[in-house]
């Protein structure tokens, strides 16, 4: 089989997809309005922005062992894969909220638990709402600007759950706030990002020009012809 060596894959190349994953936490940092996204997507998009270094990196490192065949690739990608997938699956059901505080998602979220159901108890930052079966809690991360809204307990109702979140972004959606200065930070790594892989990419060209082969000497023309032994007249 031909081989396919994780190895062969640029520095410059597995930069690549982590700056674009950089450039779209900008853009969502930058926008006037909050942005969600569902847990799942949340991770995927992490995953796909870490697949190049993941390539050069883990991958490259065990196929030596695995061996360097297409098919001992491939093993290693659907390895990865099922990593992934099992990832996914073990995840709790969540929504990612980004460029929002956490004071400012908790008024929405106490709205709509309301509205659900009038039933809602709060401990903390916790929701319990008994008649859709669901618990909510609000992870905030500090400064970041973003904040999580988790589903807690492992009987959660899966259409109390989908309500919930329907709900929650339509209320989300009609809130302003202001633009994150999270999003210059992201912008600016990102961008320093693709300029070391422009960097790797294409070096100076006299680091790539071949070094010059040493002068050969040329002997005069009376010592091509002189006999051994006898010293050439000058």
């Known amino acids: 089989m031909s081989m396919l060596s994780f190895a062969a894959v640029p520095l410059w190349v597995a930069l690549l997809p982590l700056a674009a994953y950089l450039f779209v936490l ?9 942005s969600t996204l569902a847990g799942s997507w949340d991770l995927l998009l992490l995953a796909a922005g870490m697949a190049g270094l993941v390539a050069a990196g883990p991958l490259a490192l065990l196929q030596p062992v695995a061996g360097v065949t297409a098919w001992a690739s491939g093993m290693l990608l659907l ?19 980004y460029n929002i ?27 319990a709402l008994p008649g859709r079966g669901i618990q909510v809690h609000l992870d905030g991360r500090g400064a970041m600007r973003s904040v999580s809204v988790v589903a807690l307990g492992g009987r959660t109702s899966a259409e109390g759950w989908a309500e919930f979140s329907r709900r929650l972004r339509q209320s989300i959606r009609r809130l302003r706030v202001r633009r994150s200065p999270w999003a210059m930070l992201f912008g600016g ?30 002997p005069m023309p009376g010592a091509m012809h002189a006999p051994a032994g006898r010293p050439v007249a000058t």
Not at 79 to 97: E, S
């Open 101 to 127: 505080t956490l004071d400012q998602l908790r008024p929405l979220v106490a709205e709509v638990a309301a509205t659900l159901d009038p039933a809602t108890r709060w401990a903390g930052e916790t929701a």
């Open 189 to 218: 790594c990102g961008c320093l990002l693709v300029a070391a892989a422009v960097w790797l990419a294409w070096p100076p060209a006299a680091g790539r020009r071949a070094p010059a082969s040493p002068p050969r000497s040329v």
């Open 26 to 34: 900008a853009l969502v940092h930058v926008r006037s309005r909050p």
């Open 79 to 97: 390895a990865t894969g099922l990593v992934f997938a099992a990832l996914l699956l073990a995840a709790r059901p969540r929504l990612v909220v």
